[in-house]
């Protein structure tokens, strides 16, 4: 399980599954990889997927997601270890981690 293994150098890690008509998606990112808050609500507004559900470490602070048909919701978390994200839908679309990646903040 991509849950229960240690990050590798590069700070992230992911997972996919398939199950019962759908398959999910899932990444784990480092706590010292923070994203860009901008980006990251940007990215999760234009997915068109039956679920995603998110918690984010961003420059502003970590922000928990849920985003269900085309409702998407956004709490305030006071901190979390790690960010992560898991995408349901009938397809995984290959260019969703390059734009996932593209949320990092830069060094």
């Known amino acids: 399980m991509a849950a229960d293994r ?6 992230y890690i992911g997972a996919i599954n398939s199950t019962d008509g ?3 998606v899932g990444w784990r990112f480092s706590a010292a990889k923070p ?3 901008s980006k990251v609500f940007h990215f999760l507004k234009q997915l068109q ?8 470490i961003t420059e502003r602070g970590v922000y928990g997601y849920n985003l269900a048909g085309s409702t998407l919701s956004e709490i305030e978390i006071d901190d979390c ?3 992560r994200i898991e995408i349901i839908a009938e397809h995984i679309e290959a260019e969703w981690e390059t734009a996932l990646l593209s949320c990092l903040l830069s060094d």
Do not use: H, N, Q, T
């Open 6 to 11: 240690v990050l590798p150098d590069c700070g």
């Open 22 to 24: 759908f398959e999910s």
């Open 35 to 37: 994203f860009d808050y």
């Open 49 to 56: 997927v039956d679920r995603a559900k998110a918690v984010f």
């Open 81 to 83: 270890a790690e960010s």
